[in-house]
């Protein structure tokens, strides 16, 4: 059931993506490491001030995400993550998916996961 639910969550953001590339063609590209979209990236709007291209509109990943998944990247090289296993304290969702291919365990702390 989880590969269902992950797969049709996966078809939505790619569809979800290539709606928002079509709609803004005149914005610059970027390409996000996590679901590997490239295209233009959604402005964020939160209490800390407007974030001009911060949102993958594929993942809703941001910059966070971004930059904890490529730090995963950098010592997958160095440590055997699949003999490994991850407690994801508060778990995102944009990063659920690729830990769990990516560790030999995961697990969440989270109790609504």
Not at 12 to 19: D, F, Y
Request: hydrophobic share 30%; aromatic share 14%; with cysteine.
């Amino acid at each position: 059931m989880y590969e269902v639910n992950q797969k049709f969550r996966e078809f939505v953001g790619w569809t979800r993506g290539v709606r928002y590339r079509l709609a803004t063609r005149d914005k610059q590209a970027f390409e996000c490491p996590i679901c590997e979209y490239t295209g233009p990236f959604m402005d964020a709007d939160d209490p800390s001030g407007l974030r001009p291209n911060a949102k993958c509109p594929s993942c809703s990943g941001v910059e966070r995400h971004r930059m904890l998944w490529l730090t995963m990247g950098q010592l997958s090289s160095r440590y055997d993550f699949q003999s490994l296993g991850l407690l994801h304290f508060g778990p995102e969702k944009q990063l659920k998916g690729p830990f769990r291919e990516l560790f030999g365990r995961y697990e969440t702390a989270d109790l609504f996961s």
